[in-house]
């Protein structure tokens, strides 16, 4: 009798110790679950500081060389460069700047003066006309961004995207992403990307152009009569040197035409919007950021207008090797 007590005794203490073990494993793996998750978060937390580190290194950068080289932005120079690339300890950021007044602003479009809406409108057609996309496109974004509900020959109001099988309206304000452009009746993937890399939506409506940033297809929306190879080739030459230290210099080349049949307006050799493309990485973790600074051109003083922190894919230029960015 007492031998079987004991051999029940001993049956119970292996049994406490098994579910003891059972209950140890399961605390430790539940604790080094807790850690890695922990640890996850914190480093994820790291690379979107990181991110933000590498926006206001853009924003130095920018900076530097508004008091290098004063009222001149060109490609030529280092903020430009597709070599903005930083390693640190366990990790490394990426940079990307570009001109957005490299591209032709949407919101022009919508310009209070009659003048620069109607150069604007010239310089989408002839965009488009050099894209081979529809020019009735031009009057479908105008009737997007203007103030009213009058339709312009083959545009679009509200009455047009209301009969929809998803209805909505017209936005009748400016754009706050090139991307409403996916919102124009008649608009398709093909389109958009054709169009996306040679237009930005900026809140200032009558940006200027800057011709030491443009790239051949915008030039030829300036300058219609120039042919794809002299397009590409006033570019070459002008991201070999340093640039046009001013419009007039830009207007005397002889490409153009003598005189240049070229309208200045709304053309400049200075910008003060530029879009920073981050990818931050720390111990095998991402953080992408998407900023778009507004520089003061006189002070230098920057503010961001706008930050994104999804991975962004942006439009290639797949026939424009020269198209106003430094793709690195």
Request: hydrophobic letters at 40%; glycine letters at 6%; a negative charge.
């Amino acid at each position: 009798m007492i031998r079987r007590q004991r051999g029940v005794a001993l049956i119970t203490i292996m049994l406490v110790v098994v579910v003891a073990t059972i209950l140890a494993v399961q605390m430790t793996n539940d604790q080094s679950v807790a850690i890695g998750r922990a640890e996850s978060i914190l480093d994820n937390d790291q690379v979107r500081e990181y991110a933000y580190g590498g926006e206001e290194l853009a924003r130095q950068i920018l900076y530097q060389n508004l008091k290098k080289n004063g009222a001149v932005d060109a490609l030529s120079q280092d903020w430009a460069s597709n070599k903005l690339h930083y390693d640190f300890d366990q990790g490394q950021i990426n940079l990307k700047i570009e001109d957005l007044e490299g591209r032709l602003n949407l919101n022009s479009l919508a310009s209070a003066d009659q003048q620069r809406q109607t150069l604007a409108k010239q310089r989408f057609m002839n965009l488009f006309s050099h894209l081979g996309i529809d020019t009735a496109f031009v009057n479908r974004i105008i009737d997007w961004v203007d103030r009213n509900e009058a339709k312009l020959p083959l545009g679009a109001e509200d009455y047009d995207y209301l009969g929809l099988e998803h209805p909505y309206r017209a936005a009748n304000r400016p754009m706050e992403d090139e991307s409403e452009l996916r919102l124009l009746a008649g608009m398709d993937s093909d389109t958009y990307n054709a169009i996306a890399p040679y237009v930005c939506a900026l809140p200032d409506e009558d940006t200027d152009l800057n011709v030491n940033t443009v790239s051949a297809r915008v030039l030829q929306a300036i300058a219609p009569a120039l042919s794809d190879d002299q397009a590409e080739g006033i570019v070459n030459v002008r991201d070999t040197g340093k640039g046009y230290s001013q419009v007039q210099e830009f207007l005397g080349d002889p490409t153009l035409g003598i005189p240049s049949p070229v309208n200045n307006t709304g053309l400049s050799v200075q910008s003060s919007y530029f879009q920073v493309s981050v990818v931050a990485q720390y111990r095998g973790h991402f953080a992408y950021l998407t900023s778009v600074i507004e520089r003061n051109p006189t002070d230098g003083s920057m503010r961001v207008i706008y930050r994104d922190m999804s991975r962004k894919i942006y439009p290639v230029v797949a026939d424009d090797s020269s198209a106003g960015t430094n793709n690195g």
